[in-house]
């Protein structure tokens, strides 16, 4: 009982508050609907028995979004609403609904109970984290390297683009020293 | 109804107060300890050590105005200090606190719960109170920017910074004694060092317990790292426009994850609730986890604070490369 009141609860409120994220004007209500709904994500792992990738879930998604942050509060009056400039809301429309209808086609269409089954079923004994980590180092060994290999590209790719001049510190340099090119 | 149930809702009321009232007396502590420090007396007109100062602070805390600035966002700016006590009382449930007992059959309307030691028993305990509390700084973060105030948002701009900073830390020095023990559960990790002081964590990971401290101290916003409220430099930070309860809420959160922090600490490095000699495991717990407590206190009194750029070269140029090197080492040990 107490799962499918969790599971409801759990689903109206995530839809709610990724809804707001959609249609809100407001940086602040978008970026804190963003991140809770994220967070109500982690507990239908949680229902479903996948502790391990439930709290993944929320400690992945907690840091992400609050780099998001970072940058609402670099580009936005965040207590003020944002003009939106959309042309079209034709367009708006057409692509929205298209990709709804798409997505719904997608997830709908084993809609039989038959057709979905556990293609690597877990081992009976093992707990959450092992589950997890026989089924990574087995079957998805190739993409979980490759996405290894992503990763360390991407890093090194942030390093060369932002390690330009990192050898001089901007806060230890007095304000005169400073030079300001953008300045006119 | 279930007992457990019952039980549970008994431990998480219990854990509710004794927790807050704990939060209140631990603000009599540190102005205590820091008064001695620094060759002061502290708090001493109020009742006898001036120990009803902690009723008279609360008084105050209950009756004050709360303002609400009139630019500011107000649901979030309401929200915020939610947030930082929730995510640290939620944090606080996934900890185990006290032995399992079973309320006597004589009691009326409770008799026969049981109340468990642990309120959610989760098989990964410690990745689920470091996120939760990772979480918890959504509420600086959210407060700094809905208070349309400048050194608000200087504030909530420090919290992603330290955020960013010593989240990897804290994950990698956590990984090395969760290589040794093979588990997550804390329940295991207490079972691990079982054997009495010779069997604790620390002295296999002594780096990993010192990098653990101070990302724990950077968590909870102590003092060489309290960027986000530095008074000598941007008022309060994120504080600056509350007042009342709600900035009340915010100090509870933070004393919450004060008493979290240690308790992993004691659980994770130094044998949990397990016996020492003739003293019992309840009050071994206890007593380690009132030392990490003075621990804080202590450093507060005996550092000053560092600046942002500092806090992040120190996190990613030493003590990440540091956490790194001693998974490797640790990684071929265990191989090996």
Known sequence: ?184 | MDALVIGTIIKVVLVLLVVSALAGFGTYIERKVLAFMQRRLGPAHVGPFGLLQIAADGIKLFTKEDIIPQNANKFIFSLAPVITAATAFIALSAVPLFPTFIIPESLPLIGGAIVPSVIADVNIGILFVLGMMAAGLYGPLLAGMAQANKWGILGSARTAIQFLSYEVVTGLSVLAPIMLVGSLSLIDFNNAQIGGVGSWIIWQQPIAFVLFLIAGFAETNRTPFDLLEHEAEIISGYVTEYSGLRWGMFFIGEYSNMFTISILAAVIFCGGYGDIGFIPGWLALLLKVVFFFFLMLWVRASWPHIRPDQLMWLCWKVLMPLAVINIVITGIVVMI
């Open chain 1, 1 to 184: 009982m107490f799962e499918q009141i969790a599971f409801y609860l759990f689903s109206i409120l995530t839809i709610g508050l990724f809804l707001v994220t959609v249609l809100s004007n407001n940086i602040l209500y978008a970026m804190t609907s963003l991140a809770s709904g994220m967070v109500l994500i982690a507990g239908f792992f949680f229902l479903s028995g996948a502790d391990f990738l439930g709290v993944v879930q929320l400690i992945v998604y907690v840091g992400a979004v609050m780099a998001l942050y970072a940058f609402g509060m670099m580009f936005f009056d965040v207590t003020k609403v944002v003009k939106e400039n959309n042309t079209s809301n034709v367009l708006v429309f057409v692509f929205g609904v298209s990709i709804a209808l798409l997505m719904v086609a997608m997830f709908a269409a084993p809609i039989s109970p038959e057709v979905i089954f556990a293609s690597v079923p877990p081992e009976p004994n093992a707990t959450n984290p092992e589950a997890v980590g026989m089924v990574l180092f087995t079957k998805y060994l190739v993409p979980f390297e490759v996405a290894a290999v992503m990763l360390l590209i991407a890093m090194i790719g942030g390093i060369i683009l932002a390690g330009k001049k990192m050898d001089k510190s901007l806060t230890k340099t007095e304000d005169e020293n400073i030079i300001q090119k953008d300045v006119k």
